[in-house]
């Protein structure tokens, strides 16, 4: 089916981003085993995670940097798969009702389980959506269509690069929130913003109401403050598998711990602003 057939459908509902910037955050399954996963991922949405992005394991993570690729392999090692982070993703899912769950995967594992049979087993884990990095719009007709038969939001990458035309399309068949990337490249930590974010998503909102979250390197309390300024959402992924990476035997406190601190400072803006209006 053309992609022009699915220009008018967004019939999923957006995720909730109570706050702004919201903290999407992404962990890959597996690493260093599903048990450690998943008392990071509680302990991520406990500290204020608004979104939780549920990484599968491949093996030839293309879009992703050194940390996410030892991460995947480590994970790969321990034998994770995709069917396993959807029963982690259940298991989730009846501690946090609220917090959004999205599987962030490449294409392969997906048609390996099969489309119809994935957005069917997401959908019974409670999963809101998927985020699969290399697959383009103009190849995404069957997956749309399975996946809006199922209610799942349909995540797909905004990059600096695409020309306006491209643009419109993944707003068009985008639901649930858009995913802006920062910069040209592969996922990783960097110690400055770049300006070609905020320069996306001024070009993004011109074809689309939903939250934009912004990602690729964001590492600092500092960096997601500032994509609340043009932004929704920041994505952190790399700062936050590097953290369990240098953490043994206290991935989640750590993890929960790195959270607060980039919560921090919004929260004190948030604070400081309320007193001003209230003349405090």
């Keep these: 089916m053309p992609i022009a057939s699915f220009n008018q459908i967004s019939q999923t509902m957006?995720?909730?981003?109570?706050?702004?910037?919201?903290?999407?955050?992404?962990?890959?399954?597996?690493?260093?085993?599903?048990?450690?996963?998943?008392?990071?991922?509680?302990?991520?949405?406990?500290?204020?995670a608004d979104v939780i992005e549920l990484g599968v394991p491949f093996s030839d993570p293309v879009a992703d940097g050194p940390a996410i690729q030892r991460a995947s392999q480590r994970a790969l090692e321990q034998g994770t798969t995709l069917v396993d982070v959807l029963k982690l993703a259940a298991e989730v899912r009846q501690h946090a009702q609220s917090t959004g769950l999205i599987i962030f995967s490449y294409l392969n594992p997906i048609l390996r389980m099969g489309l119809e049979k994935f957005c069917k087993v997401a959908r019974h884990a409670g999963v809101d959506g998927a985020l699969l990095t290399d697959l383009p719009v103009e190849e995404a007709g069957d997956y749309l269509r399975e996946m809006r038969r199922n209610d799942l939001a349909t995540v797909f990458l905004a990059a600096p690069?695409?020309?306006d035309e491209r643009l419109k399309c993944i707003a068009q068949v985008s639901s649930g929130f858009l995913y802006a990337v920062s910069r040209t490249g592969v996922t990783g930590a960097r110690q400055q913003l770049n300006q070609d974010a905020q320069k996306l998503v001024r070009r993004?909102?011109?074809?689309?109401?939903?939250?934009?979250?912004?990602?690729?390197?964001?590492?600092?309390?500092?960096?997601?403050?500032?994509?609340?300024?043009?932004a929704d959402a920041a994505v952190v992924g790399s700062a936050i598998v590097e953290t369990i990476e240098g953490?043994?035997?206290?991935?989640?406190?750590?993890?929960?711990?790195?959270?607060?601190?980039?919560?921090?400072?919004?929260?004190?803006?948030?604070?400081?602003?309320?007193?001003?209006v209230s003349g405090g």
Excluded: W
């Design 14 to 48: 957006p995720l909730s981003f109570p706050t702004r910037p919201a903290l999407v955050a992404y962990v890959t399954c597996g690493d260093p085993d599903l048990s450690t996963t998943r008392a990071v991922v509680l302990a991520a949405i406990e500290a204020g």
């Design 161 to 163: 690069t695409s020309t």
């Design 204 to 230: 993004l909102r011109k074809y689309t109401k939903l939250p934009i979250a912004v990602g690729f390197g964001i590492s600092t309390a500092e960096q997601f403050t500032a994509v609340g300024e043009f």
């Design 247 to 276: 953490n043994p035997g206290k991935e989640a406190e750590s993890v929960a711990e790195f959270i607060k601190q980039l919560l921090r400072r919004q929260h004190s803006t948030f604070s400081s602003t309320m007193s001003s």
